[in-house]
């Protein structure tokens, strides 16, 4: 049921129509079979920041419990499930797809909300219809997720349900994630799995681009040693592995260092940093200065994890000869910056963090130029032409 079970009271003419549509379809399952369901949340994120409801085209409906509405409906987290408990679905995994479940770059599991505390989320366009907003709901996401309360405000809902009581997901991915936004070549989605991630080209000629990466891991492990990058290896011509790797992100020991010591805390890390990863590590046994050495573009925090005190690169997609250390610290503390809380970003400016590195404002105008260059080549904002006009709307005066 994509797209079907809020009409269902629009064709099951019964005092119970959502619950005996359910029951209806259940007859058409083979022992263990599973329901699958993909619906908007009537309390969803998007319409609570001022997007028109997606059926009745009206602001709120789904907030105020489609007071004149007949024939359709969609439901919050604990009344789908209950909706399907009730129905005899006793078994169910859910899934948070986002924005929604019509053009999801992201679907997350229950048990991956569960371990992260912070998703980072971008803005997303609207494609159906102009909209108003009353505030970016990927600044709210932060918020929700650090309470475990993002699943309850989930744009959408993917369900799977069945009449056994018990779902086997242990082959099922936690977190999916599609390419937005990307060049053709570059195109390749992320599963993280239990034990491993894979990538999928999602075409014949970003095939190409799997090759690429692997052959970039043996380029990390020459350079900083086969402990410190994750393990890959291909499966086919579109899909290679990579190990999961156990361990805190930089960014989150960031985060919490700055939460537990402030500007202090947070320089501590950020001068390990610069020292370990880009020049040479804490014994300079690297030598930075080698001939075709190479350095990773995309080296965010988020990329690197921390497992028993050893640092892990565990995405290596970007590497080029064509770039200093300085270019790619720049790039790091830009990103880094980019996802900070307001409150954080209130109190430690961009400009800051380049500047205690050595990073001038001529460097940085020549590194933005190169990061133009960059995203040039890899994005494609092919969707950008189909997106609705959005207006917000600052209720906060």
């Keep these: 049921m994509i797209g079907v079970l809020e009409y269902a009271a629009s064709f099951t003419h019964t005092a119970k129509p959502y619950h005996d549509f359910i029951r209806h379809c259940s007859r058409f399952l083979k022992p263990g079979g599973s329901l699958i369901i993909a619906i908007e949340n009537r309390l969803g994120l998007k319409y609570i920041a001022g997007a028109y409801e997606d059926h009745t085209g009206r602001m709120f409906d789904g907030l105020r419990g489609y007071p004149s509405i007949n024939g359709v409906r969609m439901f919050s987290h604990k009344e789908l499930y209950n909706l399907l408990a009730e129905s005899g679905f006793s078994g169910q995994e859910w899934y948070y797809p986002y924005p929604d479940y019509k053009f999801a770059y992201e679907i997350f599991s229950d048990e991956y909300l569960s371990h992260e505390s912070q998703l980072d989320l971008p803005a ?14 990927s600044e709210f996401v932060n918020a929700l997720s650090d309470t475990k309360m993002y699943k309850e405000f989930s744009n959408s809902f993917l369900v799977f349900a069945n009449l056994a009581g018990k779902i086997d997901i242990s082959s099922y991915p936690r977190r999916v994630h ?15 799995y239990a034990d491993r991630v894979l990538k999928k080209a999602q075409s014949r000629v970003s095939c190409q681009h799997i090759s690429r990466i692997l052959e970039n891991e043996m380029k990390m492990v020459e350079q900083y040693g086969r402990q410190h990058v994750a393990k890959s290896w291909r499966i086919d011509d579109y899909t290679m592995a990579t190990e999961y790797v156990q361990g805190d992100s930089f960014n989150e ?17 950020l001068d390990f940093f610069s020292r370990y990863i880009l020049r ?15 350095y990773n573009i995309d080296l ?9 005190g050893n640092f892990v690169f565990i995405d290596y997609e970007w590497l080029s000869g064509g770039v200093t250390p300085e270019f790619v610290l720049w790039r790091s503390l830009a990103l880094f910056y980019y996802h900070l ?4 970003k209130d109190m430690l400016a961009d400009v800051d963090l380049c500047s205690r590195f050595g990073i001038t404002d001529d460097m940085i105008k020549g590194f933005k130029a ?10 494609d904002p092919y969707m950008q032409k189909y997106a609705k006009e959005v207006r917000l709307v600052n209720i906060a005066l």
Excluded at 300 to 308: A, K, R, S, Y
């Design 124 to 137: 997303y366009a609207a494609y159906d219809r102009n909209r108003l907003m009353f505030f970016d709901e």
């Design 178 to 192: 599609f390419p937005r936004n990307r060049a053709t070549k570059y195109r390749l989605s992320t599963e993280i």
């Design 253 to 269: 020991l960031c985060q919490r260092a700055w939460h537990e010591s402030g500007k202090e805390g947070l320089d501590g890390y």
């Design 280 to 294: 040479g590590g804490t014994d300079g046994k690297i030598d930075i200065g080698s001939a075709g050495r190479c």
């Design 300 to 308: 965010n925090f988020d990329n690197i994890l921390v497992n028993e």
């Design 341 to 344: 809380h307001t409150s954080m």
């Design 370 to 379: 190169k990061e133009a260059e960059f995203l040039s080549e890899v994005f």
